[in-house]
């Protein structure tokens, strides 16, 4: 290690810090607790160092440390793998090295090592509002990397390290961020873009996500009501389909287990009539927020499927791959569309099928109302009215079930969610013999006149049912109509009437709302940029052949003059800007010009002036001492008061014009 090296001052190491701690920000608020404190600590640790003097610690105390670390991300964690786990492993090896960061290469490794971590946070979240982080991110790690070369200037040429001035660091560094976009932009628009992802996420390393599962039972769609994040949005061709029509199926689920339902195997299947536009078919696209599971959701019934899925036996949409990004697709959908008009046998066995030895009185009240209306139609509109006209409740604050769930719901608690009710009628009508299943997906949704759109939130989570009717095949019936209309035509904010949490205010869902048309904007033309968009766009530019090759070839030379531009533009403005003796020069000469003397090619400063002299004879002992001051100033030690002195002399001459002709202007 240098000597020079040995004290780096606080406020470089404070800069780098700064970057590394800026960088893992959003990773500390998802990390524990316990690793999120060591991160801080260790950068608190190199801090208080710069600051008293203290040396590194010991080689074999650091590899404690390190090891240590580690074992504590598995131990916290629970693997090594998954990239939650690798980017808290990356925050806390850059913690790790702040115990050896008192060299200036380990300051500057850890400066550019920040860019990646915070490229990495955009592997769980793209929302616009981290565009700030990112710009803020890069601009403190430009700025740590600018005070660490200032710094190495200093120590090299000997000269007194002075305490920089933060502001001008700080708008040098958002310069060079702003001076990059150009380039940024050029690769965005014209950078190949292949029709799949580069690489693949297995299931096993994703994140848990808050949203809809393949199953369900008591409470796991209350849960998600106080999640008021958006799910999907959706634009329509025309108008939006009223509220009471606004289903959007996801897992449907045929298993019950006497407490949970869960899809049945045959949902993978093909199904056997397959769904045709007609004139009352709603066209619409989708913007999917990433979920983590395969499903995609749609209103009924799906005409098509998008790339990479297909529609199952129970017209659910089946993605190929886990949606871990955003994805949007366009649908039509053919909402009077006759759904398995013939029920085959295996099917009909599995939308009958019930636990044995569970819910007695359901059962028993099953076998009386199957007495009184022997008509499936009648049988679902007598327990439509059960519903509404008893004492029934739809609110957030239920009760555990025990063995006998939809005993004591219907006949003790009587209040629950939309699960409660989907999951109780479901089981009553298998019980009289109505093939029935439960539906997830989501319910209505927020109409955004401004952006057009359709916001459903996870809020919007709802479950229902559908029973098999002789010539109707599969019917939608949803009891919560029965007990909360409200819930349907009003959502389910307006039908519980209660806030989800204290920020749950009227002007603050407004303010989400507007935030949430920028977002829209911003997954529709930046994340939503893909290959398709990608071709389109370079078409209507007028480049026909957009084939991979064609648009590399058509990216390099548009780089090459973008980089040649902002060079030109930043090495203008910073000669004029950092060499107080250039501008002067420079005025100088423009001055020259003015009277008819133009520099010409390959001359020389002082071979200039020196013609000058002879070209203006009542400025020539001026003249000739601007020449032996620009000489002393330009070519000698360059004291300040040479400078100065060339500056307010070249300041004061004022020639008249010469009638000289011009001359060629050289470089």
């Known amino acids: 290690m240098k000597q020079s090296e040995q004290d780096i001052p606080l406020h470089t190491v404070g800069w780098t810090v700064a970057a590394m701690l800026v960088a893992a920000l959003p990773h500390l608020a998802e990390m524990p607790l316990g690793l999120a404190g060591l991160v801080v600590a260790a950068a608190a640790w190199r801090l208080a160092a710069a600051h008293s003097g203290w040396q590194p610690p010991p080689r074999w105390l650091r590899l404690m440390l390190t090891v240590g670390a580690v074992a504590l991300v598995v131990f916290t964690l629970g693997a090594l793998w998954g990239r939650r786990t690798a980017a808290t492993l990356l925050c806390v090896m850059l913690a790790a090295k702040m115990f050896e960061m008192f060299r200036l290469r380990d300051l500057r490794m850890v400066a550019s090592v920040c860019f990646f971590l915070i490229a990495t946070h955009f592997l769980f979240n793209e929302r616009l509002f981290y565009l700030v982080y990112l710009a803020a991110g890069a601009m403190v790690a430009v700025t740590a990397l600018i005070q660490i070369q200032r710094y190495e200037d200093s120590v090299l040429s000997g000269t007194t390290v002075r305490v920089p001035d933060h502001r001008r660091l700080i708008r040098q560094g958002a310069l060079m961020v702003a001076a990059a976009l150009p380039v940024a932009l050029t690769l965005f628009v014209l950078f190949p873009r292949l029709a799949q992802p580069l690489w693949g996420l297995p299931e096993q390393v994703m994140d848990g996500r808050t949203g809809l599962s393949d199953s369900m039972s008591p409470g796991s769609i209350a849960n998600l ?145 199957r007495e009184r209306y022997p008509d499936d139609r009648d049988l679902v509109g007598a327990v439509l009215r059960w519903f509404n006209e008893e004492e029934f409740f739809y609110s957030l604050e239920t009760t555990p079930t025990g063995r006998h769930g939809a005993d004591e719901f219907l006949f003790d608690l009587r209040v629950g969610y939309c699960e409660h009710y989907a999951s109780a009628f479901a089981i009553l009508m298998r019980a009289a013999g109505v093939p029935t299943r439960v539906v997830t997906g989501y319910q209505g949704g927020d109409w955004q006149p401004n952006g057009r759109y359709l916001l459903i939130r996870q809020s919007d989570a709802h479950a229902w049912t559908e029973v098999w009717l002789e010539e109707s095949g599969w019917t939608r019936v949803d009891p919560t109509s029965a007990v909360a209309p409200d819930r349907i035509d009003q959502g389910s904010r307006g039908a519980i009437g209660q806030s989800r949490h204290l920020l749950d205010t009227d002007w603050l869902r407004n303010l989400r709302n507007r935030y949430d048309r920028f977002q829209h904007l911003w997954n529709r033309w930046i994340l939503g940029f893909d290959a398709e968009r990608q071709r389109r766009l370079l078409e209507r530019l007028g480049m026909p052949d957009t084939r991979p090759g064609a648009i590399a070839a058509v990216m390099v030379v548009a780089l090459a003059g973008v980089i040649a531009t902002v060079m030109l533009v930043l090495l203008g403005r910073s000669w004029r800007q950092t060499d107080p003796l250039l501008r002067a020069w420079l005025r100088l000469q423009r001055r020259l010009q003015k009277a008819g003397i133009r520099r010409a090619s390959g001359e020389t400063p002082l071979e200039l002036l020196e013609r000058a002299a002879d070209a203006l004879p009542d400025h020539t002992v001026e003249l000739q001492e601007l020449a032996e001051l620009y000489g002393h100033a330009r070519y000698g030690p360059q004291p300040a008061s040479q400078v100065q002195r060339f500056i307010e002399r070249s300041k004061a001459f004022k020639p008249g014009h010469t009638g000289e002709p011009a001359r060629l202007t050289g470089v």
Not at 264 to 271: C, H, I, K, V, Y
Not at 275 to 292: G, M, T
């Open 225 to 369: 009501f106080l999640d008021d994040s958006p799910a999907f949005r959706a634009e329509f061709e025309d108008q939006p389909p009223p509220p009471q029509e606004r289903y959007w199926r996801g897992p449907v689920l045929w298993h019950f287990d006497g407490s949970t339902w869960r899809q049945s195997q045959f949902a993978s299947r093909q199904p056997a009539i397959p769904v045709e536009a007609a004139s009352d078919s709603i066209r619409y696209s989708i913007q999917l927020e990433p979920h983590e599971q395969r499903w995609l959701f749609v209103l009924d019934y799906p005409v098509n499927a998008p790339p990479e899925s297909h529609i199952s036996l129970d017209y659910q949409l089946i993605n190929r791959r886990p949606v871990t990004s955003l994805t949007q697709y366009e649908m039509v959908s053919t909402p009077d569309f006759l759904d398995m008009p013939g029920l085959h046998e295996n099917l009909r066995r599995q939308a009958l099928a019930l636990p044995s030895e569970r819910n007695p009185r359901t059962l028993e009240r099953a076998r009386e109302l």
